[in-house]
Each structure stands twice: as structure tokens, then as C-alpha cells.
């Protein structure tokens, strides 16, 4: 029946009420294969959590033990290793169609103008919406901000390259390092005579900084930063007081159950919508759309609370059905929103 539903609905993505409709929910009744009509789901919202950390990673560069000798500088990388820091959270709702609400719409002619998202839920009548979250989030490990762990060895020189040992070679690498660092001195002190071209000089200055830069790491080592963006998906259904993940300075991001991570709590409190509907309202047939509830999320470590959010969800509210005459109104054109199934915009004539 499941494919049936989905074959149904990937070739109605358009689709509209025409005169007297009748909605019925699949739950109650086995939905008519006739062609005629579409398959819709209500949404349940879910949220996301993106979890911003900084990862440094720190890398001793070849020549470390000969940074005290050749450069006469304590401040170098001893060993490789590497630091996480939480940098930032954020909390996001999205839609996933609600497979306890699927509803049929029926009606003896071709049906047009009724728009569904890629989850198959209703989202429009009449109106063409714009855009929504509707797509199914994946938990994924996102990394930004990429930067290179290796070692530039093309700015060495013939001699450096062919030297019979590593001491030598260090030496003649700061060798190099000390001309290049001189004749930046040069330049600054007007000693030295660069191409009259402003923006020559500039390119040959940079070029001799970058050049500096280079050999300094093969002495003293390399920092690499790197942001990364994990997403953890919450079911925002009931009311939870649980650990959401761990964090080590050293590891990032580990599971829950890994206790060489510190705690991070989540919190959902949950808050039904409260409506007292009457047998008519709940035995209509129009169009069917939800009153959502709220839920309050927050995120905290053992002393602070890191982020606390209020949200609309689907799943903790009612479903309701519009007016008759409006379901049978020709110009009826009713937007939802794709995360709760709630009204956004409404017009008849």
C-alpha cells in the first residue's frame, strides 16, 4: 500500500479541489485506486541540532629539535596533537510526513492545484507556495573552513635538498630563513633596490613573507584549524531530560555512553495544544490541517545553559478540517506551513 501511496503522489505534485470533495482518512478507510484523487500526509516535526566545534590541530614541524639551536626560540611544537573547542549550537525545525495522517482526497473529476512537498505533504491550495523545509535531515559530519597539514619542502634550496644529513639540512634551512628575513630588513630600511613598480615590489614582498613563513614551520611546527558542523536529529514527541552527546577537548564529539566526554543535556519540555472540539468539528471531512503544539528545548553542560529555544510542533497539537463551504470554494487558495501543518494564509472569495 506504501508504494501505492508514494506512486500516487509523485505524479499528482499539482494537483487542486474541484467541486465537493470528499477527504477521508486512509486510517479509517481503504483509499480508491481510481485515479481520481491523491494521497496527502499531515507533517511531524523534527529538530535538528548543529553542533559548531573548532578543531586545532598542532604538528611539530621536521627540524623541531634543532629550533632551539638554529633560531634560539623556545616557542615551538613538541608533539603532534590536537584541541576541540564547542563553538557554537543551534537548533532548527524540519518536516517529515506524519504516516498516522494520511488522508484521500476524492473526487469525481481530475483533481488540480493542490501542492505537495517531497515528503508528500500538503502544503498549498490553489497558490503555488514558496519553498519550505520540508526535506529529510541526516545526521552528517560537515567540515569547513579546510586548511593543509603538510610541510611546503619547494622552498628549500638545491643545497638544503641535497644535504647527507638532517642536522645539515636544518642549518642550511636556517641559513636561508636569515637571508630572507635580512633582505625583508632591507627593504623596509630602504637598503635594498626593488623594482620600481608598486605593485611588483608589493607581489615580491609578499612572496618573501609567505617564503619566511614556510621555513619558520619546519622549525617551530604548523597550526591547522579546521570548523566542523555535525547535526543531531531530536523527536521533539515527549518529554526527555537525557544526554545528548559527550564532548573531549581532545576527541570532540563522542557518543553518549563514551565517558571520556563531558555531558551535554538536552531538555524538552512539552506543551499540548489545548482545543475542546466538538463531535461535528471532529467528524468533518474538508481539508485537513493542524493547530500545533509548543515545545521549549534546552541544551546545557553541568553549570550553564548553552541554548533554549521554544518551537512549534506538529505532532503535540490537533488535526482539524476547514469549513465546508471553503473546502468546496473554487478560489480557495490556503498556504500551510510544511513543519507544523498550520495555516499561514487563507483566502476565499
Known amino acids: 500500500m506504501k508504494k501505492t501511496i508514494l506512486a500516487t503522489t509523485l505524479l499528482l505534485i499539482a494537483t487542486s479541489i474541484i467541486a465537493k470533495p470528499v477527504v477521508k482518512s486512509v486510517q479509517q478507510e481503504k483509499p480508491i485506486k481510481d485515479g481520481k484523487g491523491i494521497f496527502y500526509f499531515l507533517p511531524k516535526t523534527m529538530l535538528k541540532v548543529e553542533v559548531t566545534t573548532i578543531k586545532t590541530t598542532f604538528i611539530k614541524g621536521p627540524f623541531f629539535q634543532y629550533a632551539g639551536r638554529f633560531l634560539g626560540t623556545k616557542d615551538f611544537i613538541k608533539e603532534d596533537h590536537e584541541e576541540w573547542n564547542l563553538e557554537s549550537l543551534s537548533i532548527q525545525s524540519f518536516s517529515i510526513a506524519d504516516t498516522s495522517k494520511i488522508f484521500h482526497i476524492q473526487s469525481p473529476e481530475k483533481v488540480t492545484g493542490i501542492y505537495l512537498n517531497t515528503n508528500n505533504v500538503l502544503c498549498a491550495i490553489g497558490e503555488n507556495p514558496k519553498s519550505g523545509n520540508s526535506t529529510t535531515e541526516k545526521q552528517i559530519t560537515t567540515c569547513l573552513n579546510k586548511k593543509t597539514a603538510n ?7 638545491e643545497e638544503t635538498l641535497h644535504a647527507n644529513s638532517t642536522t645539515k639540512m636544518a642549518e642550511l634551512t636556517a641559513k ?9 630588513n632591507s627593504y623596509l630600511l630602504g637598503d635594498f633596490e626593488f623594482p620600481s613598480d608598486g605593485v611588483s615590489t608589493r607581489i615580491l614582498f609578499e612572496q618573501l613573507c609567505q617564503t619566511e613563513k614556510k621555513l619558520t614551520e619546519l622549525f617551530i611546527g604548523k597550526t591547522v584549524v579546521d570548523t566542523l558542523v555535525q547535526t543531531i536529529e531530536i523527536d521533539p514527541s515527549r518529554n526527555i531530560d537525557e544526554v545528548l552527546f559527550r564532548f573531549a577537548n581532545k576527541q570532540g564529539i563522542v557518543d553518549k555512553t563514551d565517558l571520556s566526554g563531558s555531558p551535554i543535556y538536552v531538555k524538552i519540555e512539552t506543551e499540548r495544544a489545548n482545543l475542546n472540539l ?14 500545533a503544539g509548543n515545545a521549549t528545548v534546552s541544551i546545557y553542560d553541568t553549570e550553564n545553559i548553552l541554548l533554549e529555544k521554544c518551537l512549534k510542533v506538529a505532532q503535540l497539537g490537533y488535526t482539524l478540517s476547514l469549513d465546508k463551504k471553503l473546502t468546496k470554494n473554487k478560489s480557495l487558495k490556503l498556504i500551510l506551513d510544511p513543519a507544523t501543518g498550520e495555516i499561514k494564509h487563507l483566502q476565499a472569495k
Open 151 to 157: 610541510f611546503d619542502w619547494s622552498v628549500l634550496n
Open 176 to 184: 636561508q630563513l636569515y637571508a630572507i628575513r635580512e633582505s625583508k
Open 278 to 291: 466538538s463531535s461535528k468539528q471532529k467528524e468533518q471531512k474538508g481539508i485537513r490541517y493542524q493547530i
